[in-house]
């Protein structure tokens, strides 16, 4: 036989080589339980346990609040208040724009910049405004080509279909 045979041939008799596992009582040496074991069946077993383990704790974490406590990840609770706050301050920032408009108006007219006859809230609020720029929304020439590529493909799949 050749070499690779042989340790071939080891290897498989210590794998699947019975042995007895006894747990026996130190006093009285009476034997509690006894088990036929080989290698491999301990190989295995531990293999499903330690898989079952992972199995186990991730979905433990992955469906409990638990992810909480692993860095990297926020609570849904968390996410929520930053984004309310997050509106809240665009909005308070608008508001102190506008009153800082007011109050900026208010000075002109008590140091007599300006005449109170042309003083007028909304008109301080309508120059502090801010105007939106009007966007070039026309289609480029790739894109209109692209269109008319994916309309025809459209039209060849429906009539396939109708030809069905």
Known sequence: ???????????????????????????????????????????????????LLILITTLIIAFTPLREFIPGYSSTKLKKEATELALKSDSLAIALKKNEAYIHAIQKVLTGELEYAKFNKDSILKDQTQSVEVLK???????????????????????QKSKR
């Open 137 to 159: 929304l026309t289609a480029s020439e790739e894109e209109l080509a692209l269109r008319k590529q994916v309309n025809k493909q459209e039209q060849n799949s429906t009539l």
């Open 1 to 51: 036989m050749t070499e690779k045979r042989l340790k071939r041939k080891k290897l498989h008799n210590k794998l699947f080589n019975k042995n007895r596992l006894v747990v026996l009582n130190e006093d009285t040496f009476e034997e509690k339980f006894s088990l036929k074991l080989n290698l491999m069946n301990v190989f295995v077993v531990a293999s499903l346990g330690a898989i």
